[in-house]
């Protein structure tokens, strides 16, 4: 394979261990936890009884025996990882002999600790419920040996370390074994209850803060509202109860952060695992993964999951007196963030939208009110109505004029110019200014380049170059009456046409970024009602240029016929098309009034 093949494949690997959850672990290679048998799933193990054990063919073995072990459950599982070690000093994490495979396509052996075949897993994630494996006992084996195994249901669903069968020697009174550490203590868990029935917006700015999105909703009535309220609770205001409703589509969650970036931040989620909901309390640091802060935080936890609806209720204290917490104070000022995705068997994605953003600081324990929020940045905003502005409004009518419209108002002129050349120059310069400054708005606000938004980035960088090109080559035609104009003719047009439909691809991405995604599917059945328009604006004059060229009894010769149409007409067809031209513009501005409305409301 040459070398650039092999970046390849280490750059699609990396991209595979990175979006995928145990993506990296699925295929069984996990030498890297020989020694611990835990999986590195950010979760933490179960300690409830296993519904899976580990039987042998015999209690007695001599050296060079073959010992068969048998994994099994009362439930599927998707990975385990299952060895034999000394049973009377489980302080070494040696394993002992090594092991045969009887199934090839779902097993396989491992090397733990440079000892070949002395650990046997998984070899994808395909579900099981039976292993049989056989046990060589080596030469020189300790007195009594036993077997363990860590079992993986689903990615945050695992045992670690299940004790299996003691095996002895032959002559070897069997006693229990030493262990070099305590049970594992039992994780603290916050007790959770049912929640009775839906939560509603009835109190909101009197009796609680609410942020809602979209404004005024109910999650009573609405399982799309998005609904984040708090509340001081108790004698002394010492506690605080938020509840969180949304989409059951993943999880919910809402963060607490001093300014309007994520990153060291409190974040609380409400997952769903199944048919339950996970509630816990994080700390952000910077783009990380959320650190798990719920230990002795968080009480009176409730959830419900109906009706379309993720719901649920917690508690915790004003102040933390655990000074080692991460987790803030709430007495203080925050921004609140609110955002919603994907989960995978309790483990989240990364949102799938811009998180809601309260538009200012809240002081949490300050009165009730009912908060406002956006979850597009105002210069994502800027940006999108800029461009809009210069492709759906200037450019397109700019390219109408100089396409149509060069043969009216023939003796009129501006600055010793036709009307048309100046209106469509003016009109292009505008363009290409709005283009320009529209697209360096995403660089301040991303501090760089867009990484994450796919092909729309790269098409603006094509619609911006071909925007720039145009006033050069405008500056370098030759004269009217050169013999090589029609290239430039050609040439103009073409560029022109070409970033013209770039602009429409880009903006049909551009309404579906996460940092500024329109409603779905209303913008593009606006941004498709306005192609359409400009279709049928176009060919009712090219229609019009045909009828007037035809009555002009015009020979086929005539070189301005391709551009534009050079017959003297009457004020007749002349009126027709500045009605033309008027309704093609007022036509324009309607749809570019609602996607801005739309960019305003979002």
């Known amino acids: 394979m ?122 994808s994630d395909a579900r099981q419920t039976e292993v049989v494996v056989i046990w060589n006992a080596p030469t020189y084996a300790p007195r009594q040996v036993q077997f363990f195994v860590t079992v993986v249901k689903h990615y945050s669903l695992f045992w670690v370390k299940l004790p299996g069968p003691i095996i002895y020697q032959h002559g070897v009174t069997p006693h229990p074994p030493q262990s070099d550490t305590t049970p594992p203590p039992v994780q603290p868990t916050t007790t959770a209850s049912i929640l009775p029935g839906l939560f509603t917006s009835e109190g909101c700015g009197q009796s ?16 799309h509202c998005f609904f984040l309220s708090m509340t001081t609770e108790g004698p002394d205001k010492m506690s605080m109860v938020f509840e969180l409703s949304g989409p059951a589509e993943g999880y919910i969650a809402f963060a607490l952060s001093w300014d309007k970036w994520m990153g060291n931040d409190d974040v609380y989620m409400c997952v769903k695992d199944g048919d339950r909901v996970l509630v816990s309390a994080a700390f952000v640091s910077g783009r990380t993964h959320p650190e798990d802060q719920s230990e002795s935080v968080l009480s009176s936890v409730s959830w419900r999951l109906a009706d379309g609806h993720i719901q649920c209720r917690l508690s915790r204290p004003v102040k933390l007196t655990n000074q080692k ?62 461009m809009l502005l210069a492709w759906m409004l200037t450019g397109s009518v700019g390219t109408f004029i100089a396409s149509f419209y060069k043969s009216d108002w023939p003796n009129q002129t501006v600055f010793g110019q036709k009307i048309w050349f100046q209106v469509h120059r003016g009109l292009m310069i505008l363009t290409v200014t709005l283009t320009s400054v529209a697209f360096c708005l995403p660089y301040f606000y991303r501090k760089g380049w867009s990484k994450h938004a796919g092909v729309h980035p790269y098409l603006g960088c094509c619609v911006l170059t071909l925007s720039l090109t145009q006033p050069v080559m405008a500056a370098i035609r030759p004269s009217p009456d050169s013999h090589s104009r029609y290239i430039f003719n050609w040439g103009h047009w073409g560029v022109g046409f070409v970033t013209e439909i770039i602009a429409v691809a880009a903006m049909f991405l551009g309404m579906r970024q996460s940092s500024l995604l329109l409603p779905q599917p209303w913008a593009t059945h606006v941004l498709i009602g306005y192609v359409t328009w400009l279709a049928l604006f176009r060919s009712l004059l090219l229609m019009h240029r045909h009828i007037y060229i035809k009555k002009s009894a015009l020979g086929p010769d005539d070189k301005q016929a391709i551009l534009s149409d050079p017959s003297e007409h009457g004020c007749w067809g002349s009126f027709i098309k500045s009605l033309i031209l008027a309704a093609l513009a007022l036509g324009n501005s309607g749809l570019l009034m609602a996607l801005l409305s739309s960019i305003a409301e979002i």
């Open 325 to 386: 917490r991460a987790l803030y104070d709430l007495d203080k000022d925050y921004f609140l963030f609110l955002a919603n995705g994907h989960a995978q068997y309790g483990k989240v994605w990364k949102h799938s939208q811009q998180p809601l953003i309260s538009s200012h600081r809240k002081h949490l324990t300050g009165p009730p009110e009912i908060l406002r929020g956006s979850r597009a940045p105002i210069i994502m905003k800027m940006h999108g109505a800029l």
């Open 208 to 223: 609680k803060s609410c942020l809602l999105d979209p404004p005024g909703c109910d999650p009573k009535e609405d399982p």
């Open 2 to 123: 040459s070398p650039m093949g092999l970046y390849c494949l280490l750059f699609i690997s990396v991209l595979v261990c990175y979006w995928v959850p145990a993506g990296c672990y699925a295929d069984g290679k996990v030498t890297k936890v020989c020694g611990s048998m835990e999986p590195h799933h950010g979760v933490p193990s179960q300690t409830a009884h296993s519904p899976y054990s580990l039987e042998t063919n015999s209690t007695k073995f001599s050296p060079g025996d073959q010992i068969k072990v048998t994994l099994v459950g009362t439930s599927y599982f998707e990975g385990f990882l299952l060895q034999a070690r000394d049973a009377a000093n489980q302080s070494l994490v040696s394993t002992v002999g090594t092991f045969t495979l009887t199934n090839l396509k779902k097993t396989q052996l491992l090397t733990c600790n440079k000892h070949q075949g002395s650990a046997v897993s998984h070899t």
